[in-house]
């Protein structure tokens, strides 16, 4: 018998996910969960927090390209967790997994959802921290380095602008870029993460909430925008679109602005996009993983372990910091770099 800690989604938010109202800790001091074949019992050792899901906190009818979260359920998410039980022959007692599991210190895994998850054999690597599975090495590692190949198709001499630079992709974009050739160019929040920014080397970082985004991209970027690395939408998007060179790249990873409001943003400089002959996708990271993630992994863990890139974690202790962390990041942007949650060491 356990105890066990979990984040429970109880409620639809219309705007920002409250801690308390539409998140729930809960506690189960007398967790005995029972295993069919097929299924395990993890432990969890850090959970990934991301900006994603935020879309899946919506009605089971509302369709998306991933599934709702169910209501007065365990949020699920990525997590980084060990092994403690098992009746699946291809997950022994002892291994380091990651992939979908539930926000709480226990989870079951059923057979059905197995395939979910990953061994990682190199997990006891000291040199990397357990956290970069699910940042540098993981989904949103993938989204950087897969979207600015597939999309950007960066050529040196260009400028990119990547806009929540200093979140979990935008500061490794910019340093792939960077490493490609690139003037970069980017905005973030408050003036610490600028100064970050500026330390992982961007040609040039400014406050979004101090300055306004098109007088600093005509200062930053006289000659204009070859790429734009969308992560926050709205009036940024609008300021951009003015800005951007003909047969300029847009690659539209996310629009964070858009996420927690009933009152959506018009943006009105669309006829941008005729007039410049601009390319704007949206993408899936997981449609990239045949293509790209034996690359991307052999790739990231060079540049990683050689110090050729740095990569910061914001990292919130304990299940019960979950909900607050996550609605700190969606409303105010708290976090610099990936956020995660750490429950319990190796």
């Given at each position: 018998m356990l105890v066990n800690t979990s984040v429970?989604?109880?409620?639809?938010?219309?705007?920002?996910?409250?801690?308390?109202?539409?998140?729930?800790?809960k506690r189960d001091d007398h967790?005995?969960?029972?295993?069919?074949?097929?299924?395990?019992?993890?432990?969890?050792?850090?959970?990934?927090?991301d900006p994603y899901m935020r879309g899946r906190m919506r009605a089971a009818d509302i369709p998306s390209y991933v599934p709702a979260f169910e209501l007065n359920k365990p949020l699920e998410t990525r997590t980084v967790s060990e092994v403690i039980e098992s009746k699946n022959p291809a997950f022994p007692v002892g291994s380091i997994v990651v992939g979908l599991a539930d926000f709480s210190q226990y989870a079951v895994v059923r057979k059905d959802k197995v395939a979910n998850l990953r061994i990682l054999p190199n997990a006891r690597d000291e040199r990397i921290p357990l956290s970069a599975w699910v940042g540098v090495l993981g989904g949103p590692g993938l989204t950087s380095y897969a979207s600015l190949k597939a999309i950007g198709?960066?050529?040196a001499g260009e400028t990119i602008f990547i806009s929540a630079a200093a979140g979990a992709v935008g500061q490794l974009v910019g340093q792939l870029a960077k490493l490609q050739g690139l003037r970069v160019i980017g905005s973030a929040g408050s003036d610490d993460k600028v100064a970050y920014l500026k330390t992982i080397g961007f040609d040039y970082a400014?406050?979004?909430?101090?300055?306004?985004?098109?007088?600093e991209l005509h200062k930053a970027a006289p000659n204009g925008i070859d790429i734009y690395f969308e992560n926050v939408g709205g009036e940024t998007l609008d300021a951009v679109l003015t800005v951007m060179n003909t047969h300029g790249r847009i690659i539209a990873c996310g629009m964070i602005s858009q996420y927690n409001t009933t009152e959506k943003y018009g943006v009105k400089n669309l006829l941008q996009v005729i007039t410049k002959r601009l390319t704007m996708q949206g993408f899936n990271q997981a449609e990239f993983a045949k293509d790209y993630f034996e690359d991307f992994q052999r790739d990231i863990t060079d540049l990683l372990i050689n110090k050729k890139i740095v990569y910061r974690v914001t990292e919130v202790k304990?299940?019960?910091?979950?909900?607050?962390?996550?609605?700190?990041?969606?409303k105010h942007g708290s976090n610099t770099g990936k956020l995660v949650v750490h429950v319990a060491d190796l």
């Open positions: 429970i989604y109880a409620k639809i938010p219309t705007e920002y996910p409250l801690p308390g109202e539409h998140l729930i800790v967790f005995q969960p029972t295993l069919n074949d097929g299924d395990i019992l993890l432990r969890n050792l850090c959970i990934s927090l198709k960066p050529k400014f406050n979004y909430k101090t300055s306004k985004t098109l007088d304990g299940i019960e910091a979950g909900p607050d962390a996550l609605y700190g990041m969606l």
